[in-house]
């Protein structure tokens, strides 16, 4: 039986771009589109809208209209409307998996109270060479402990929220990693005279324009060298992928929390193989091995 979802935000850049990823995948079916209230095409075909060929799923303005015989809302809007179909999935007992971001800290409060009622993934980004990034970010924080870091992030000029929710999660990291949550001060671009750097500073930088889809480098600056750890996205598959991995790990799961993107990459990763392949090739010749 494939995976029966609901996508909020259908028509907009990454909303559209999961709904065409799920055409594609047999594993997956829509059964239900939502966007805004005033949105020019409520009541028609998606699939139409979309790609230009019925679907039989109709745009409609309220989750509670569709969510039933739902496994998974995916949800790619605004903070706002994403606190109402976090509260509509929690209410309906249904799975949620939500990738807007640009929350408030009072907006991300009232989320994860709402959100931790049902089984929600949360995921500012889906894409699994950005979980991996993470890592290494944590790597290089702990390891060059002294060094400064700032992190520079790259989208299009609709975005509409600045720093990206992947850049404040990235900073995060950095101060976690380093047990300073509360001691680094985070600053947003640099402007004026007396601008020098503080030790305790912990940049964070958003540039837009174009159609960028998404570019983070974290710099750790330190004394005679740097390290640039940088993700680019070169499409919106990359986060459509993940969303739909993340969809399928939720509908699996049985609790109701608010799962991360570690979470669904873990729980996709293969047991570890007893013994570690030798690669072909890469075998000690007779010579080496002394033979
Ligand atoms: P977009 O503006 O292209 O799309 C948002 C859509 O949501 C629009 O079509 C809009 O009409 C719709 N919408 C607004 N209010 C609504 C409501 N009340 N009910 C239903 N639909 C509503 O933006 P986008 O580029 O698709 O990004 C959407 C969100 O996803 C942003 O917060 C963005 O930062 C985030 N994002 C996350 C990831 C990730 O991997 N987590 C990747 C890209 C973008």
């Known amino acids: 039986m494939p995976i029966r979802c609901v996508v909020c935000g259908a028509t907009g850049r990454m909303g559209s771009t999961v709904i065409k990823l799920i055409e594609s995948e047999e594993n997956f079916e829509l059964i239900g589109a939502v966007e805004r209230r005033d949105h020019p095409d409520l009541a028609v075909d998606v699939g139409y809208l979309l790609f230009g060929r019925n679907n039989s799923v109709c745009l409609e ?51 994860l109270a709402m959100a931790s009622r049902t089984r929600t993934v949360y995921a500012p980004n889906f894409s699994v060479g950005v979980l991996v990034l993470s890592k290494l970010v944590q790597l290089a924080a702990s390891s060059l402990s002294d060094w400064d870091v700032e992190i520079v992030e790259v989208h299009h000029g609709k975005k509409l929220d600045a720093p990206s929710g992947t850049a404040k999660k990235l900073a995060q990291v950095v101060a976690e990693a380093r047990r300073d949550v ?110």
């Not at 989750?63 to 976090?86: M, N, Q, Y």
């Not at 807007?100 to 991300?108: K, M, S, V």
């Open 182 to 291: 509360g001691e680094h001060r985070l600053v947003f671009g640099r402007e004026g005279r007396g601008s020098e750097r503080g030790r305790a500073e912990l940049g964070v930088h958003a540039v837009r324009g174009g159609d960028v889809f998404g570019e983070h480098t974290a710099y750790f600056l330190g004394p005679a060298e740097r390290l640039e750890l940088t993700h680019r996205a070169s499409s919106r598959e990359a986060f459509a992928r993940g969303a739909l991995a993340a969809a399928e790990f939720i509908v699996g799961t049985e609790a109701a929390a608010v799962y991360s993107m570690e979470h669904v990459v873990e729980a996709a990763l293969p047991p570890l193989a007893e013994e570690i392949p030798v690669l072909a090739g890469l075998e000690p010749s007779k010579k080496e091995r002394g033979g």
């Open 61 to 111: 303005n309220d989750l509670r209209d569709v969510v039933a015989g739902a496994d998974v809302v995916i949800d790619f809007t605004e903070p706002d409307a994403s606190l109402f179909h976090a509260e509509v999935c929690a209410d309906k007992k249904v799975a949620y998996a939500c990738g807007t971001t640009g929350f408030t800290d009072e907006q991300w409060k009232r989320f």
